[in-house]
T-cell receptor
Framework: DARVTQTPRHKVTEMGQEVTMRCQPILGHNTVFWYRQTMMQGLELLAYFRNRAPLDDSGMPKDRFSAEMPDATLATLKIQPSEPRDSAVYFC?????????????FGSGTQLSVL | AQTVTQSQPEMSVQEAETVTLSCTYDTSESDYYLFWYKQPPSRQMILVIRQEAYKQQNATENRFSVNFQKAAKSFSLKISDSQLGDAAMYFCAYRSGYGGSQGNLIFGKGTKLSVKP
C-alpha cells in the first residue's frame, strides 16, 4: 500500500537545538501539507505545497520554522532554534489536487519533545 | 473564516450498538467538502468518510454514514454495529472548494470514542 512516510517517529531535543523532520509523500501526489497537533490547539496547518511550490505558510512562525520541498519525494520541516512550546506531534499529508475523488493521506507523525 | 465545532469531547458506546458523533461548521461558501477522520492510539489519521456539499445524498462507507444537513450546517457521523477497533479520536474537517488554500483542512477539536465490550 502506498503511504506517507515520516521520520523520525519520535524526537527529544533540548531547547535551542535545530530539529529537522522529513516526509516522503505518496508518489504522484502534487500537494503536501504540514500540520501540528497539540492538546490545546488541536490540528493546525503550518504549510501547504502544491507541485513543490509553497502556497500557504501563514500558520508557521517564520522566525524559527521553515518548510521546503527539495524534490518531489521529500518535504522537510525545520525548527531553529527549537523551544519547549514547539513540543507537539507534526503530521505530513499528501494528496492529488484536481482529481475527482481527492483525499489526503497522513503520515504517522513525528512526536517532538523540546526540553 | 471557517470554523468546525465538535461539541462532544468524549462519547461511549456499547459494542454492537450505534453511536452518533456531532459536528457543526460555519462557512459562507457554497463549494466545500466535509470529512471525518479517525485517529487511533497509533496516531495515524485515517479518512473515514467524505461528503461533497453539492451532493444531497448522505455518504456511506460500510458501517459509517453521515447525516449532512446543509442548511443547518451540521455533519454528524453515525457508526453502526460498533466494534472495539472503532475506539479512537474522531475529527470532523472542512475543506473549501475555493482559493489558493483550497486543499487546506480545517479540523474540529475531536471526539474521543470509547467502545465497551
Amino acid at each position: 500500500d502506498a503511504r506517507v512516510t515520516q521520520t523520525p517517529r519520535h524526537k527529544v531535543t533540548e531547547m535551542g537545538q535545530e530539529v529537522t523532520m522529513r516526509c516522503q509523500p505518496i508518489l504522484g501526489h502534487n500537494t503536501v501539507f504540514w500540520y501540528r497537533q497539540t492538546m490545546m490547539q488541536g490540528l493546525e496547518l503550518l504549510a501547504y505545497f502544491r507541485n513543490r511550490a509553497p502556497l500557504d505558510d501563514s500558520g508557521m512562525p517564520k522566525d524559527r520554522f521553515s518548510a521546503e520541498m527539495p524534490d518531489a519525494t521529500l518535504a522537510t520541516l525545520k525548527i531553529q532554534p527549537s523551544e519547549p512550546r514547539d513540543s507537539a506531534v507534526y503530521f505530513c499529508a499528501s494528496g492529488n489536487r484536481g482529481t475527482t475523488n481527492e483525499k489526503l493521506f497522513f503520515g504517522s507523525g513525528t512526536q517532538l519533545s523540546v526540553l | 473564516a471557517q470554523t468546525v465545532t465538535q461539541s462532544q469531547p468524549e462519547m461511549s458506546v456499547q459494542e454492537a450498538e450505534t453511536v452518533t458523533l456531532s459536528c457543526t461548521y460555519d462557512t459562507s461558501e457554497s463549494d466545500y467538502y466535509l470529512f471525518w477522520y479517525k485517529q487511533p492510539p497509533s496516531r495515524q489519521m485515517i479518512l473515514v468518510i467524505r461528503q461533497e456539499a453539492y451532493k444531497q445524498q448522505n455518504a456511506t462507507e460500510n458501517r459509517f454514514s453521515v447525516n449532512f444537513q446543509k442548511a443547518a450546517k451540521s455533519f454528524s457521523l453515525k457508526i453502526s454495529d460498533s466494534q472495539l477497533g472503532d475506539a479512537a479520536m474522531y475529527f470532523c474537517a472542512y475543506r473549501s472548494g475555493y482559493g489558493g488554500s483550497q486543499g487546506n483542512l480545517i479540523f474540529g477539536k475531536g471526539t474521543k470514542l470509547s467502545v465497551k465490550p
